[in-house]
């Protein structure tokens, strides 16, 4: 099974910054396999991201992908306040599908 | 417009039964996977079980084998989980996700299953 796991815990910024998630597996997701989720108190997840770094439909160019092999990232060039949310990795490259344990971008 | 609405949670004691259901609408069922995932209260995201599109095959996370079966009633629109056996640590929200190539691109709004005595 692969474990994902996500940097920092919490990530503490102010609307217009930066914000760079982290998801680092356990060993090598195969064709960059991994997704990332976007949810808010009391509501399911949105996909943001597949393949690491396509954005889904409706997500704003803000949001951006990358990575490779163990190490993967999610930017958020300037955050809006509709941004602060809990983010979540997920690789489906091998089976079992997993989930990382989330980053909540809290305000300032 | 795609829906996925979940229904049949519940508090329910330790070893007995429930079944979840999903009702699915606005995109072609029967040409789509299925997933179940849940969420324990303040806590990350597992994944529990999924159906082919046919329902043919069908995949379970080790902590509900046995346990859980997932299916599907392409005539209906509905997937289901039948949850027996459950356990306290079974309590959770429980999503029902549609996918594309195993990532999850629609989620209902999810049901709560409490197994308390």
């Known amino acids: 099974e692969i474990v994902l796991t996500q940097s920092p815990g919490t990530l503490s910024l102010s609307p217009g910054e930066r914000a760079t998630l982290s998801c680092r597996a356990s060993?090598?997701?195969?064709?960059?396999?991994i997704a990332w989720y976007q949810q808010k108190p009391g509501q399911a997840p949105r996909l943001l991201m597949y393949?690491?770094?396509r954005r889904a439909t409706g997500i704003p160019d803000r949001f951006s992908g990358s990575g490779s092999g163990t190490d993967f990232t999610l930017t958020i060039s300037r955050l809006e306040p509709e941004d602060f949310a809990v983010y979540f990795c997920?690789?489906?490259?091998?089976?079992?599908?997993?989930f990382g344990g989330g980053t909540k971008v809290e305000i300032k | 417009q795609v829906q996925l609405v979940e229904s049949g949670g519940g508090v329910v004691q330790p070893g007995r039964s429930l079944r979840l259901s999903c009702a699915v609408s606005?995109?072609?069922?029967?040409?789509?996977?299925l997933h179940w995932v849940r969420q324990a209260p303040g806590k990350g995201l597992e994944w529990v079980a999924a159906?082919?599109?046919?329902?043919?095959?069908?995949y379970y996370a080790d902590s509900v084998k046995g346990r859980f079966t997932i299916s599907r009633d392409n005539s209906k629109n509905t997937l289901y989980l039948q949850m027996n056996s459950l356990r306290p640590e079974d309590t959770a929200v429980y999503y029902c996700?549609?996918?594309?190539?195993?990532?999850?691109?629609?989620w209902g709004q999810g049901t709560l299953v409490t197994v308390s005595s």
């Open positions: 996700a549609s996918a594309l190539l195993r990532y999850f691109d629609h």
């Open positions: 606005g995109f072609t069922f029967s040409d789509s996977a």
């Open positions: 159906i082919s599109y046919d329902g043919s095959n069908r």
């Open positions: 060993q090598s997701v195969s064709s960059s396999y």
């Open positions: 393949v690491a770094s």
């Open positions: 997920q690789q489906y490259g091998s089976s079992p599908l997993t």
